[in-house]
């Protein structure tokens, strides 16, 4: 079973606020990543990590950030939120290829 | 340019009957390729993968299926069930340079069991 958690699971928040989404596993993983999902689309990488103080962007290009400080946590920030960044933020983890998901953030920028 | 391509947005079936989710991929670098269950509002979760060496991997009621000459794989979920309704998505990754372990997903399908 996997464990791998992220909270808020559901954040609504104005424009112009700093946010941030948090993700922990337990699994002593060294790789880290974040996802965003739009209904009907494929998940796009936004951030990895592949160990402590080692992060990289992804595909999709992103305002946010993040950072690895500790192996089994991985935050994103936004540091102004706007209406563009809404969508479903997917955090996981991984040995190798198989990927493990947390249960999302659904944030939505009003 | 989508790399990996899942052409059918939706799909049902009749709940004991088999059930076949295809993909399609482009990019001849990937070597391991993987598929997953979303249930809405929930994270995705690892069903079953397959490794380029081979062509067909099982467990349980899933088997994957790897036709590598025509850069296409398969789901097989056999029998299906009303719990199987999800949508499904394929994933694929390569071994070798700076983009190993990423993985690079499709649009995936909505399978619907019919009880």
């Known amino acids: 079973e996997a464990d791998i958690y992220q909270t808020p699971r559901y954040l609504v928040i104005g424009t112009g606020k700093k946010i941030t989404l948090e993700c922990s596993q337990t699994?002593?993983?060294?790789?880290m990543y974040w996802y965003q999902q739009d209904p009907g689309m494929e998940l796009h990488l936004i951030h990895y990590?592949?160990?402590?103080?080692?992060?990289e962007k992804g595909d999709l290009s992103s305002e946010s950030t993040v950072s690895r400080i500790r192996t089994e946590h991985f935050p994103l920030t936004l540091e102004s939120a706007r209406p563009s960044h809404t969508s479903q933020y997917l955090c996981?983890?991984?040995?190798?290829?198989?990927?493990?998901f947390g249960p999302g953030t659904r944030l939505t920028v009003t | 340019d989508q790399q990996v391509k899942q052409n059918s947005p939706s799909l049902s079936v009749q709940e004991g009957r088999i059930s076949i989710l295809n993909c399609d991929y482009t990019n001849s670098m990937f070597d391991y390729f993987l598929w997953y269950k979303k249930y809405p509002a929930e994270g995705p979760t690892f069903l079953i993968s397959?490794?380029?060496?081979?062509d067909k991997n099982e467990d349980g009621r899933f088997t994957v299926f790897l036709n590598k000459s025509a850069k296409h794989l398969s789901l097989h979920i056999v029998p299906s069930q009303p719990g199987d309704s999800a949508v499904y998505f394929c994933?694929?990754?390569?071994?070798?340079?700076?983009?190993?372990?990423?993985?690079?997903f499709g649009k995936g399908t909505k399978l619907s069991v019919i009880p």
């Open positions: 990590s592949y160990g402590v103080n080692s992060t």
């Open positions: 397959i490794s380029s060496i081979k």
């Open positions: 994933a694929a990754s390569s071994s070798g340079g700076a983009g190993s372990y990423q993985l690079t």
């Open positions: 996981a983890s991984s040995a190798l290829y198989e990927q493990y």
């Open positions: 699994m002593g993983h060294d790789k």
